[in-house]
Each structure stands twice: as C-alpha cells, then as structure tokens.
C-alpha cells in the first residue's frame, strides 16, 4: 500500500466538522435539512469515469486508495453532508466463495450461481471478514482521515435477500424467477442461505465501524420482487436480526452508530420496516412523504425521497420539486436523498441544484419555525 502506514490505522481520525447528517438520523434538531445521493460517487461523473477507464470493476473496489479518491470527489464539487464509502454489495457473495464478474454491457454476472439447494455447500460459511473483506475496512479508514472531518462517512451492505437473489439469478433480472422459486420449492434452504448471509454481514457492519465507518445503511434493493407475506418471512427477520446484532455489540463497546435500512418499492411494509431497530427508514419515490410521515408514526428518521429523474428537470424545476418534498417530509428527523440512486447520464450541475435547493429551501423553513 502507497498510503502512508498511519493513514490506515482506525484511529486520531480528524474532527468531524459537520454533524448534520447524524443529528438529522437520531431526530435532533438541525440548522439545514442534510441531504446526500445513493451512487453520489459514479458515473455521471467526468473524473469519475477518467479514473475508472481500463480498469476491472471489482480491482477497484479492492484497492483502497481508489475508493477513497472515489468517494473524496462528489465532495470536491459539491456540498453534500455525508460521503458513503465507494464499494459494492456484491464484495459479500464473494467473500463466501462465489465468483463475481463485471461485465461490460451486462453489469454483474455469476458465472456459476447457485441452482439447487445442494449448491449451498459449495459456500465459506465461516468467513473470516478481516481476512477477505479487509480491502474494505482499510478503504474507510483511508478515506476517514482523507475526508478530514468534512463530513461523516457512510459504510453499507446489501441484504440478505437481495445478496440470495443475486446469487441464485447470476446477475441482474426483471422477474427474479430462479430466486423466488427457491423461496416457494425450497423455504428451508431458502432459510438456511439468508442465515449464512446475515452473519456475515453482521460481521462485516461491524468491521466496517471498527474502521471508521460513521452510520451504516442496508439495502434491501430487491424488497420489491416480493410480496408482503415473502417480505415478512424471508427479508424482514433477517434486516431486523441485522440491526439488533449489530446495536448490542456496538453497544457492548460503548458505541452508537445510527442506522438505515433502504428496502426499494417495499411501501407494503413501512410501519415494519419503522420498527426494525433502524433510526432512518430509506425511501423510494413512489411512497408519498406526508403519508410515509404518518405511518411511521414519528418513530424513525426518514431518508428519501425524490424521483431521480427528477434531475433531468430544469434547475429551477429541481428547486420546486425539492421544496414541495421537504414540505412534505417537515425539516425534523429527515435527510434528503434521492429515490433510488444518480443515473450515469445526469448533468453535475443538477446534482450540485438539487443540494444546494436542499440547504436552502430548509434553512428558511427551520427559521420561520
């Protein structure tokens, strides 16, 4: 490794300077509504395509001086309120022994995903996190100490389900098919994969705090495929056994490190998903802010929750959209964010409107308060 050898060493990190986001995540009050975007690090970005030219995917991700250039330039261009570590979900299922490939055109590809539930036996169920998921943990400790307190650092995991569909498809998919006939042939082994995974990753949040990561998400991107009664049998137990793991070790090492949980088109499960054990509830934008507000009953922190195409719009546009979502929402125990993540062919400079209608349109509202 380049960096230098302190600069990899979880601790005498920097001041944080802005706590907006993590105040907005417990509730508290804040001056300015926080707002970041999912995939803020990507490529709608010039240099973010420059640095990522000829380059293998996964490589990347494994290299933590890359990452953390990745995750530093948003922040360079705009004044967003939290940075969230550049990696991908898919760094699990390899942990575990699966073979992962980025291929160009096609996007994530199991070249031997799992087809029956023998297949189960081919995965690390052990995994020594430090040993395979270390690439990870040395990028936010990097990336803590280069971001110099600016603002907070995000670290992340895919859930269970969306990691299992992942693995039994062999990549992306409209109906998800393979993996929800699992879920229907075979609910033991169906059970038995997304046990294996939620220890893994529980290990792997808490490596990731260990390494300086400030909040952590969880995405549940394929909550959607399932309906309600799939979700509250194979999604929802295993997210709230997440959280509640993750808080009683952390709290163990007098830690509190706020948490959200992002379950994509899962509208059918809000008053769940508010009482998981999560301080924030992420957002898709087909859930209407006022209605999401009552029910979750004030309980959790919300994150959401606007259209991303709503970033092609016109900037002054983006401004009265924006302020429209921050009515809906209340300033209080709120971050701004997008539905789902930037699309790799949006202008910067809508990005850089949407933040700054975020911080102004809130910081009016909280003064009129």
């Known amino acids: 490794l380049t960096a230098d050898l302190h600069l990899l060493n979880p601790k005498d990190f920097p001041q944080l300077k802005n706590d907006t986001f993590l105040r907005a995540a417990r509730g508290e009050e804040t001056e300015h509504v926080p707002v970041w975007c999912m995939r803020q690090a990507g490529r ?26 990745l995750t530093l330039q948003p922040l ?6 939290a940075a969230i570590i550049f990696s991908d979900i898919l760094v699990v299922p390899q942990a575990m022994g699966m073979d992962v490939q980025m291929v160009a055109g096609k996007g994530p590809t199991f070249p031997e995903p799992l087809k029956e539930p023998e297949d189960l036996q081919r ?34 995991s895919g859930a269970p389900w969306t990691l299992m569909s992942y693995m039994i498809e062999g990549g992306g998919s409209n109906t998800h098919s393979k993996a929800k006939r699992w879920l229907y042939q075979h609910p033991e082994a169906s059970h038995m994969l997304l046990k294996m ?3 893994v990753i529980v290990e792997y949040l808490l490596g990731q705090v260990a390494a ?6 969880v995405f549940e991107s394929h909550a959607g495929i399932l309906g309600p009664a799939e979700f509250k049998e194979f ?3 295993y997210l709230r056994d997440i959280a509640r793991r993750v808080k009683d070790k952390l709290k163990e090492a007098g830690q509190d490190v706020p948490m959200i949980v992002f379950a994509k088109d899962a509208h059918y499960a809000l008053e769940e998903l508010s009482q998981s054990n999560y301080e924030v509830v992420g957002l898709d934008w087909t859930i209407d802010p006022l209605s999401a507000r009552e029910r979750t009953g004030g309980k959790v922190s919300l994150q959401g929750n606007m259209d991303p195409c709503a970033l092609y719009a016109p900037k002054e546009r983006i401004s009265d959209i924006v302020k429209k979502m921050l009515e809906g929402f209340g300033t209080r125990g709120y971050i701004a964010n997008l539905g789902h993540g930037v699309y790799p062919d949006m202008e910067p400079e809508n990005i850089g409107a949407f933040v700054e209608a975020v911080h102004q349109h809130s910081k009016q509202m909280i003064k009129q308060i």
């Open 212 to 217: 300086g990561a400030q909040a952590l998400q």
């Open 44 to 69: 709608y970005l010039p240099e973010f395509r420059e640095s990522r030219a000829g380059k293998d995917f996964f490589e990347t991700c494994q290299s933590p001086e890359a990452c953390c250039e």
């Open 123 to 156: 995965l690390q169920v052990k995994v020594d996190t430090d040993k395979e998921l270390g690439y990870v943990f040395r990028a936010i400790t990097l990336t803590r100490h280069k971001i110099e307190g600016k603002v907070p650092l995000i670290g992340f």
């Open 197 to 199: 995974l939620t220890d």
């Open 76 to 81: 360079r261009r705009f004044p967003f309120d």
């Open 235 to 237: 999604s929802l137990p």
